[in-house]
């Protein structure tokens, strides 16, 4: 009978370490970001709502980076971002003129491994964003192209990176493409 007493006592003690190394997981994780959603207004702009996105992208960073520092004014890797875009003028021209608005949670960053999450994320614009990023790090695009949309340019930046590594050229970033990305992404430790 003591021999089911210890293994009743040893499997109560695993259990009761396994809820507190979760519990601390999760309170590291939610360590990594901020409490509070930031959000920041981009210019009005007349070049479509992709470019009043990255100015409302802009805007975010540089409030991020004055309340909280460089380490979490990167967006691809804020929580709950969203876009409200909307005419920012009167009449038949004025339609044209579009401003957006972004809300995000900030969150810091942590490593460049981070960016190996691109698989699993669930929404669709944050893995967008997060394939430009490696793009942009990787030199085929430019920062203020990095906007949410898998446009023309990001289809062309992906298509350049599959021809130079000798991928199979289609325009769609699929799990070969992505690792290669990873790896031309990530600065090696020498």
């Given at each position: 009978?003591?021999?089911?007493?210890?293994a009743v006592a040893a499997a109560g003690t695993i259990?009761?370490?396994?809820?507190?190394?979760?519990?601390?997981?999760?309170?590291?994780?939610?360590?990594?970001?901020?409490?509070?959603?930031?959000?920041?207004?981009?210019?009005?702009?007349?070049?479509?709502?992709?470019?009043?996105?990255?100015?409302?992208?802009?805007?975010?960073?540089?409030?991020?980076?004055?309340?909280?520092?460089?380490?979490?004014?990167?967006?691809?890797?804020?929580?709950?971002?969203?876009?409200?875009?909307?005419?920012?003028?009167?009449?038949?021209?004025?339609?044209?003129?579009?401003?957006?608005?972004?809300?995000?949670?900030?969150?810091?960053?942590?490593?460049?491994?981070?960016?190996?999450?691109?698989?699993?994320?669930?929404?669709?614009?944050?893995?967008?964003?997060?394939?430009?990023?490696?793009?942009?790090?990787?030199?085929?695009?430019?920062?203020?192209?990095?906007?949410?949309?898998?446009?023309?340019?990001?289809?062309?930046?992906?298509r350049r990176f599959q021809r130079e590594e000798g991928?199979?050229?289609?325009?769609?970033?699929?799990?070969?493409?992505?690792?290669?990305l990873r790896q031309r992404a990530t600065p090696s430790?020498?």
């Amino acid at each position: 009978m003591s021999m089911k007493r210890v293994a009743v006592a040893a499997a109560g003690t695993i259990l009761l370490l396994t809820g507190m190394l979760a519990t601390a997981a999760s309170a590291q994780e939610e360590e990594r970001c901020k409490n509070n959603e930031t959000s920041a207004a981009g210019a009005a702009t007349y070049f479509g709502k992709g470019r009043a996105r990255r100015l409302s992208i802009t805007s975010w960073q540089r409030e991020v980076r004055a309340k909280y520092g460089e380490r979490y004014m990167d967006f691809a890797k804020a929580r709950n971002a969203r876009f409200e875009c909307e005419a920012a003028g009167i009449g038949t021209i004025g339609q044209f003129n579009q401003r957006c608005i972004v809300r995000a949670t900030p969150c810091r960053i942590v490593a460049a491994a981070d960016d190996d999450t691109i698989g699993d994320v669930g929404k669709d614009d944050q893995r967008v964003f997060r394939i430009q990023r490696l793009l942009s790090r990787a030199g085929y695009l430019e920062a203020d192209d990095v906007d949410g949309e898998y446009g023309p340019k990001t289809r062309d930046a992906v298509r350049r990176f599959q021809r130079e590594e000798g991928l199979r050229v289609t325009g769609e970033a699929d799990d070969s493409t992505l690792e290669r990305l990873r790896q031309r992404a990530t600065p090696s430790k020498s």
